[in-house]
């Protein structure tokens, strides 16, 4: 659980840390590097959040099937 915690924490402390992408360089096909590079966080964090999200369900000791059930 604290390896899905550390998951979910690390697209907010990165996208929080501003000065680390204020800068137009390096440019890729054409766009500033903060418009590229907070487009590339909307794939990483989906990933981190998918991965977290098998992570609870393997230390709940259930499949993806059984947690539908729940509903």
Do not use: N
Not at 2 to 28: C, M, N, S
Not at 45 to 70: I, N, P, V
């Amino acid at each position: 659980m604290a390896l899905a915690a550390v998951l979910l924490a690390i697209p907010v402390v990165v996208l929080l840390w501003v000065p680390h992408y204020a800068r137009v360089e390096p440019r890729l096909f054409g766009f500033p590097f903060f418009f590229w590079y907070q487009f590339l966080w909307v794939f990483l964090c989906s990933a981190m959040t998918y991965a977290a999200f098998r992570l609870t369900l393997s230390a709940r000791g259930k499949t993806s099937h059984e947690a539908g059930e729940d509903r």
